[in-house]
């Protein structure tokens, strides 16, 4: 079973609107949680990450994510979008099973003008 | 900042070949990683290492072998490349988890065409 759920494939937003990626995960205790973002043709990089202390995480380039224990979720989210958060994001979670590092299956985030 | 280099960035290779993809990494970590990225299947790992000489089968080994020699750089290995091979390679490497987990660190892919 899959212990990281993206929620959504693809996501559209208007430049400057409110972007909301979500992501759920399944675990008994609190996991170490990242969010990732990958442009075209490049690697992953680094948003954010969660790692048991606070819960609201602020991240690179005016993202930030909140750990809800009690939904088991770590939704990402900007207040504004521009056009150049067009890209893949990935939540990732540690500590689920073992010490491994488990993808969630990504959302394309496009931005529209 | 940490600096995860993939040799090539494209790669056009022939099914039968051997093909070896190239990562070095300049920050010292312990623990390296080889993923192939496919649309519509996310990231799949294919090994990890924690140390030299160390390695570990990932999800999907067949058909792949890894080295490591010295501590930056970790190579992937197809025995004998196949059109299923085709795909975005990306290495990854991450600090020792000393009372946390560490964040991995990525290079910008291989892009790796079979024909």
């Known amino acids: 079973a899959q212990s990281v759920t993206q929620l959504d494939s693809h996501v559209s937003v208007s430049e400057g609107t409110p972007v909301l990626l979500r992501c759920n995960y399944s675990?008994?205790?609190?996991?170490?949680l990242f969010w990732y973002v990958q442009h075209p043709n490049k690697g992953l990089q680094l948003l954010l990450k969660?790692?048991?202390?606070?819960?609201l995480v602020k991240g690179i380039n005016g993202f930030e994510a909140e750990f809800k224990k009690s939904e088991t979720s770590f939704h990402l989210t900007k207040p504004s979008a521009h056009m150049s958060d067009a890209a893949e994001y990935f939540c990732?979670?540690?500590?689920?099973?073992?010490?491994?590092?488990?993808f969630g299956k990504g959302t394309r985030l496009h931005i529209l003008p | 900042d940490v600096k995860v280099t993939q040799s090539s960035r494209y790669l056009v290779k022939r099914t039968g070949e051997k093909v070896f993809l190239e990562c070095v990494q300049d920050?010292?970590?312990?623990?390296m990683f080889w993923y192939r990225q496919d649309p519509g299947l996310g990231l799949r790992l294919i090994y990890f290492?924690?140390?030299?000489?160390?390695?570990e089968k990932g999800d999907i080994p067949e058909g792949y072998s890894v080295s490591r020699e010295k501590k930056e750089r970790f190579s992937l290995i197809l025995e004998s490349a196949s059109t299923n091979q085709t795909s975005m390679y990306l290495c990854?490497?991450?600090?020792?988890?000393?009372?946390?987990?560490?964040?991995?660190?990525f290079g910008d892919g291989t892009r790796l065409s079979i024909l």
């Open positions: 969660y790692t048991s202390a606070a819960t």
């Open positions: 990854a490497s991450h600090n020792r988890d000393r009372g946390q987990y560490q964040p991995q660190h």
């Open positions: 675990s008994s205790y609190s996991p170490s």
């Open positions: 920050m010292d970590h312990e623990n």
């Open positions: 290492s924690y140390d030299v000489k160390m390695k």
């Open positions: 990732v979670v540690r500590g689920v099973r073992d010490d491994k590092i488990i």
